[in-house]
T-cell receptor
Framework: TQLLEQSPQFLSIQEGENLTVYCNSS?????LQWYRQEPGEGPVLLVTVVTGGEVKKLKRLTFQFGDARKDSSLHITAAQPGDTGLYLC??????????FGSGTKLNVKP | DVKVTQSSRYLVKRTGEKVFLECVQD?????MFWYRQDPGLGLRLIYF???????EKGDIPEGYSVSREKKERFSLILESASTNQTSMYLC???????????????FGPGTRLTVL
């Protein structure tokens, strides 16, 4: 059983559409990270959220940490083909240890 | 620019062979991690190390061992490779904050290991 559940598992959309990806848990995390991974490469950190209710923006990407620090969402506005990849969330509450979700595979068609 | 390198991008081994996967980081990080990534399962922690010669078991350590003789190098060892160890192996490193958990991990490009 995954500690962090991500949904949806797969998402295929047209360029220009908006989308939201979710990361949920029954556990409280001290911080939560979002990564993007391209085929054949390691994950690359996009953002870290640490405060309940926190919202961070990275260009067309908006990240939100739930008030109770158990869940998070990633919203992409006007998706582009360059956004294609595997999006992973990871939470930590134990010193130096991370727990990863299984990921959302996004395909943005031109 | 931060850099984590792994010794091989692709590796093919036979059942029963001893396999070494090497990871080197140039950021002087205290923490280093080994994960395996399988479809539908995400990244699962095998072992991690928070200092030279120190190691801690992750969630799936069975069939693996590690070595950290130098700060910049963390090796994953499969003593006797089996087909169920076919996977993508990812190494990561991170800083250890003063009294707080590190919240950033830098990943290498991964090694895709196939055990026949």
């Amino acid at each position: 059983t995954q500690l962090l559940e991500q949904s949806p598992q797969f998402l295929s959309i047209q360029e220009g559409e908006n989308l939201t990806v979710y990361c949920n848990s029954s556990s409280v995390f001290s911080s939560l990270q979002w990564y993007r991974q391209e085929p054949g490469e390691g994950p690359v950190l996009l953002v870290t959220v640490v405060t309940g209710g926190e919202v961070k923006k990275l260009k067309r990407l908006t990240f939100q940490f739930g008030d109770a620090r158990k869940d998070s969402s990633l919203h992409i506005t006007a998706a582009q083909p360059g956004d294609t990849g595997l999006y992973l969330c990871a939470g930590t509450y134990n010193f130096n240890k991370f727990y990863f979700g299984s990921g959302t595979k996004l395909n943005v068609k031109p | 620019d931060v850099k984590v390198t792994q010794s091989s991008r692709y590796l093919v081994k036979r059942t029963g062979e001893k396999v070494f996967l090497e990871c080197v980081q140039d950021m002087d990080h205290e923490n280093m991690f080994w994960y395996r990534q399988d479809p539908g399962l995400g990244l699962r922690l095998i072992y991690f190390s928070y200092d030279v010669k120190m190691k801690e078991k992750g969630d799936i350590p069975e069939g693996y061992s590690v070595s950290r003789e130098k700060k910049e190098r963390f090796s994953l060892i499969l003593e006797s490779a089996s087909t169920n160890q076919t996977s993508m192996y990812l190494c990561a490193s991170g800083e250890r904050g003063p009294g707080i958990p590190t919240d950033t991990q830098y990943f290498g490009p991964g090694t895709r290991l196939t055990v026949l």
